[in-house]
């Protein structure tokens, strides 16, 4: 069974910083992408970041030069550094992932973590 496992979010002040952490576990056979999305309330959820096994990167315009987005291959996590973080940032984040497991193609999500920003 593969879970994700999140860590990391909370309340910050704008302008401020978090890191939130997403562990794969399971019997993941490869990894093809691990990726962060998000949703605020009344809104749709929507694409923050991802990263492919091979280190390519992809980022929402609102959030770049502000996230970045890294992986530890051998421990199947993906980490999501967040800066200058905005009252528009607020949002349950969530992990996502595409792998191979058990000869199958799956997409994978992780519980949530919620990130509030407070002026």
């Known amino acids: 069974q593969v879970q994700l496992v999140e860590s990391g979010g909370g309340l910050v002040q704008t302008g401020g910083s978090l890191r939130l952490s997403c562990a794969a576990t399971?019997?993941?056979?490869?990894?093809?992408?691990m990726g962060w999305y998000r949703q605020a309330p009344g809104k749709q959820r929507e694409l923050v970041a991802t990263?492919?096994?091979?280190?390519?990167?992809n980022y929402a315009d609102s959030v770049k030069g502000r996230f970045t987005i890294s992986r530890d291959g051998a421990k199947n996590t993906v980490y999501l550094e967040m800066n200058g973080l905005k009252a528009e940032d607020a949002a349950v984040y969530y992990c996502?992932?595409?792998?191979?497991?058990?000869?199958?193609?799956?997409?994978?999500w992780g519980q949530g973590t919620q990130v509030t920003v407070s002026s």
């Open positions: 399971g019997s993941i056979f490869s990894i093809i992408t």
């Open positions: 996502q992932m595409q792998a191979v497991v058990q000869f199958s193609l799956g997409q994978y």
């Open positions: 990263i492919t096994g091979g280190g390519v990167t």
